[in-house]
């Protein structure tokens, strides 16, 4: 079996994920690949790998990784699953292992819509069927006062910080209308407040990378339109096809 001679261990959470591990497993025996819902939903890898099917903790990720002697890691988590990822990256970390991410794609659905022009989203939210939930900054609450019964209609996202509360205040938001939260929002978390708001649309910027799969993720689960104003942060890492090109040249393989 040619080429690669380290211990690999992959999270498998997304299709390119498992088809990359599949390819990887042609040309070693030591790949390890673990499995789970709470890294995404992807078919298991196929070929010469030790399979793991069950989500890994902080204890259990670290037992494998110092009992197999890992070398490499490969995060192939999906988008929502933020959680699994900061496990895998301590645990990388503190052992000084070899970190790769593959990059998730966003996924985009009918609930969803991007905007670049302040004006049409400003049309695009003229006639809400509900109530508007918002989260972002300062700049985007400012925006929003464009909003006709701004005041009444929106429903906001906002840090527990006094000072930007007094702002938001002072732009003429209602005070029973601000959430204060300081935590990573998540699909079921946002569900709920969809439903006790009755909202209709989630306006937020494309900047906030973290959480993004969960506030997509929550749009394809209602009727609620997710309104994303500026262009999508790509998510870090690299694809899959970038990462078996960097393995192909280091290891001199050749196949995929």
């Known amino acids: 079996m040619a080429g690669i001679n380290k211990k690999i261990m992959a999270f498998v959470g997304t299709d390119d994920a498992a088809a990359l591990v599949s390819a990887l497993a042609e040309h070693t025996d030591d790949i390890y690949a673990a499995v789970s819902d709470e890294y995404g939903k992807a078919p298991h890898p196929g070929g010469n790998i030790t399979l793991i099917s069950k989500y890994l903790d902080e204890e259990k990720m670290s037992s494998w990784i110092d009992r197999v002697g890992v070398d490499i890691v490969i995060d192939g988590t999906d988008l929502p ?120 649309d989630y306006v937020f910027p494309g900047y906030l990378k973290e959480g993004m799969g969960e506030r997509l993720a929550s749009a394809d689960r209602s009727d609620v339109k997710a309104c994303i104003y500026g262009d999508l942060v790509p998510d870090d890492g690299m694809s899959a096809d970038d990462m078996w090109d960097m393995f192909a040249e280091r290891f001199g393989i050749k196949e995929y």
Not at 124 to 139: A, Q, W
Not at 156 to 173: E, F, H, S
């Open 81 to 200: 699953a933020s959680g699994a990822r900061a496990v895998i990256k301590k645990v990388c970390s503190e052992r000084s292992i070899e970190y790769h991410r593959i990059a998730a794609k966003q996924q985009m659905n009918l609930h969803t819509s991007v905007y670049r022009n302040k004006d049409q989203l400003l049309r695009d939210l003229e006639y809400p069927v509900g109530n508007i939930l918002v989260e972002g900054d300062e700049e985007l609450y400012g925006l929003l006062t464009g909003v006709k019964d701004f005041s009444e209609k929106i429903i906001m996202m906002a840090p527990a910080d006094p000072d930007v509360i007094k702002r938001v205040l002072d732009l003429g938001y209602r005070k029973e209308n601000i959430l204060s939260i300081n935590r990573l929002i998540h699909a079921d978390m946002l569900l709920a407040m969809f439903r006790e708001f009755a909202i209709s």
